[in-house]
């Protein structure tokens, strides 16, 4: 299966450059994620100003996937609404089970990127792992 290159480049160059990956000494929301199936483990920090999320960061290890997908989601949900983010939240999962509508997959910008994930069911979990810590994270 061979994924888009374009595609490829923005998870790479997420990957190899991750603009969020780093330590957030005062975040006031903290929780580990893990993904047992592929050893992917990470903890995700957010800083609050009201119902804004402020910053964000994270740190732990994983393979590309979800080290990628994590920071991409960092950069999408920053300066949102608690609200909005979740509902991207939402937008990405369908995204992932391959009922997005194009329309939503726009919405969802970069992580777009990670769309061909839905014909790759080992890789669903690692795409994941951060909008699912996310969600936890808000209940
Ligand atoms: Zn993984």
Redesign the pocket.
């Known amino acids: 299966m061979q994924i888009n290159n374009f595609y490829n480049e923005i998870l790479t160059e997420h990957n190899v450059r991750p603009e969020y990956k780093r330590e957030m000494e005062d975040a006031d929301l903290v929780l580990e994620g893990v993904?047992p199936?592929?050893?992917?483990d990470i903890w995700l920090k957010l800083k609050l100003d009201g119902d804004i999320i402020a910053d964000g960061a994270f740190t732990g290890d994983?393979?590309?996937?979800?080290?990628a997908s994590a920071d991409i989601m960092l950069g999408l949900i920053i300066g949102k609404k608690k609200d909005e983010a979740l509902e991207l939240g939402k937008k990405f999962l369908k995204m992932i089970q391959g009922t997005a509508t194009e329309e939503e997959i726009d919405e969802l910008e970069e992580a777009g990127a990670l769309k061909d994930i839905s014909h790759m069911p080992a890789?669903v979990?690692?795409?994941v792992?951060g909008w699912r810590t996310l969600d936890e994270m808000f209940k």
């Open positions: 993904n199936s592929c050893g992917d994983g393979c590309a996937i979800s080290q890789r979990k690692c795409a792992l």
